[in-house]
Structures are given as structure tokens and as C-alpha cells.
């Protein structure tokens, strides 16, 4: 009996420390490289807002609803999928956010692009700061974008979530490609144009979201010259009459009055791919967004090549 009571005694200890431990326990703390050098967090962040649609999408993509948004609006315009969380905070235009709605979110982190800099020093007064570029000129936006998911996956302690996400994404981007080189061929390769109006045409290159999305998917990309810092190269139409014999791909929004004076230019209409109906429409995906959008370029882009030409 006394051996039972000292065992009982030894196994309440034990207990009661364990308890104590585990009460008192801190988790370590989270380093991130960034644009500004290394953020440490205490612990994962729970309230983020977001002040770029490429966050936006990959924080809602990781489970998590931003407590406050920039350019929401648009982002349903622009972006469209994910959906928006039912409630956050509205911050307004991303270039200028309000300051007041932001600290009144109480965010944990915000997570923000280097091209607003000038609001750094105002908005590391409210919470933690996270700035990560998402496009270099010379670095596939498809690589930035993965890099850019791990990071906020780990800053936010999501990380195994990421990483099954993304071979998720792996794994889909291998099938869309197969997909899409059932319905072209072996020989076409691909064109992917924005209408930026009726004379004036946007086309991605190989460091582009669209661009480097083609080639994950194994996808040929027609268009290899120069492009800017967003991956693309802008001119009027005779910038994409080299590549006429390829396939195009339009991508989305463009108003209905643009598209109508485009269909109806006589420079258009001798173009190969107008001739021989290799034009195709996208519905609405943010060709500079996060990986959330890579895969839905992917999705969409599969879909409109299978379902037939829209010229």
C-alpha cells in the first residue's frame, strides 16, 4: 500500500509539471525573409490583411480570411476566384490604404507589395510588416509565386496546408498540360494577349504568370522577345503578326465596345489565327496574381481550348 501511495504521489508530480510545462511553453518565434531584411513573429499569425490581390487569393487559398482587404471591389472584377470572405474590413486602393480602417482590423501582420513603399513606415506602426515582391524580369512569376505561398504559409503556420496545396497544384498542372496538347497538336504553340483597346495588344513572354504556367504545363509559348518587369511586352498589332500562325488566347475583362472594333479591323481579320479560327476567350483570371490564379489560368485556359474556338 505505501509503495502504491509513493507511486501516486510521483505520478501526480509528474502531472502537475507536465501541466506546467506545457501551460508555460512558448512556441518559437518565426523568421521570414523579405524585402526589409528577416520579420520575426512571436507565434503564426491569425488577423492578416492584405494590401495585393495575389495575397488576398493565397491567404483565402491557406484556410485563412483576411480581416482586412485592399481593393476589394475589384478584386471580384479582376481577380474573381477565390471568393471574398463575407466579412473584413475594406481598405480601399491598395496604392493608398486607409490607415484608420487598417488599425481598426487589429491585424497580427500585414502583408504588402515593394511597389507601395511609401506606406511601409506608416503601416509598420500598426502591425508587423511582410513585403514580398511578386514579379523580377528576369525570374519566372511561377517560381516567385511558390516562393511567395510558402513564405505567408509560414508566416500565418500553415505550412502543411501549402504543401499539400501545392502538390495539388502539381499534380493538376500536369494533367491540363496533356490536356491541352490533345486538342493543339504537336506542332501549334501558344499566344496570350491582353486587349488593352482596339489597336493596342499586350502579349505575354516566358517570365509572365501566363508564360511560365505554359511552361509547367509543358506547353510551347509562341512569344519569346523582351517583355517588362510584368512579364509581358505591349505594342499595336503588328507585335503579334510574327506569331499569327499560333494559337491566341485572349484573356479577360475587355469591354464588349473594344472587342467589337477589334473583330471588325481589317489587320485583325488577316491575321492566320483569325483565319483559320485558332482565337480563344478566357473568362476573368489575374494574370499577375499567386498561385491560386496560376492554377485557375491553367483550369480556364484547358477549358477554352477544349471547348472550341470563340473566332
Not at 506545457?22 to 526589409?36: Q, V
Not at 500553415?158 to 499534380?171: C, I, P, S
Request: charged letters at 25%.
Amino acid at each position: 500500500m505505501m509503495k502504491l501511495r509513493i507511486f501516486l504521489c510521483c505520478f501526480g508530480l509528474i502531472a502537475i509539471a507536465l501541466s506546467f510545462a506545457k501551460t508555460n511553453a512558448k512556441a518559437d518565434p518565426i523568421s521570414i525573409e523579405h524585402e526589409r531584411g528577416i520579420l520575426t513573429l512571436p507565434a503564426p499569425a491569425k488577423r492578416v490583411a492584405t494590401i495585393s490581390w495575389a495575397f488576398t487569393e493565397t491567404v483565402i487559398t491557406l484556410g485563412l480570411d483576411p480581416v482586412a482587404i485592399a481593393d476589394a471591389k475589384d478584386y471580384v472584377d479582376w481577380v474573381s476566384k477565390p471568393d471574398l470572405p463575407s466579412d473584413f474590413i475594406d481598405l480601399g486602393q491598395r496604392s493608398s490604404p486607409n490607415l484608420e480602417a487598417l488599425r481598426a482590423a487589429k491585424p497580427d501582420l500585414i502583408i504588402t507589395i515593394p511597389d507601395i513603399g511609401m506606406a511601409y513606415g506608416k503601416l509598420v506602426e500598426i502591425a508587423p510588416v511582410l513585403e514580398l515582391k511578386l514579379f523580377d524580369e528576369k525570374r519566372p512569376a511561377f517560381e516567385t509565386a511558390r516562393e511567395t505561398l510558402a513564405k505567408v504559409a509560414k508566416a500565418t503556420g500553415r505550412e502543411a496546408q501549402a504543401e499539400t496545396y501545392l502538390k495539388h497544384v502539381d499534380q493538376k498542372l500536369v494533367e491540363y498540360g496533356e490536356r491541352i496538347h490533345a486538342v493543339i497538336g504537336p506542332d501549334q504553340k501558344v499566344n496570350v494577349v491582353y486587349f488593352f483597346d482596339e489597336s493596342n495588344v499586350g502579349i505575354y513572354g516566358k517570365t509572365s504568370m501566363p508564360g511560365s504556367v505554359l511552361t509547367a504545363m509543358n506547353v510551347p509559348l509562341a512569344y519569346r522577345g523582351e517583355v517588362n518587369k510584368w512579364g509581358f511586352a505591349r505594342g499595336e498589332f503588328d507585335i503579334i503578326a510574327p506569331f499569327a500562325k499560333e494559337t491566341l488566347v485572349y484573356t479577360n475583362p475587355v469591354p464588349e465596345v473594344v472587342l467589337k472594333k477589334i473583330w471588325n479591323s481589317p489587320m485583325w481579320n488577316v491575321m492566320d489565327f483569325v483565319r483559320n479560327k485558332r482565337v480563344y476567350e478566357l473568362p476573368v483570371v489575374w494574370a499577375y496574381g499567386g498561385v491560386p490564379s496560376a492554377l485557375r489560368f491553367a483550369e480556364l485556359l484547358t477549358e477554352s481550348l477544349e471547348n472550341g474556338p470563340h473566332q
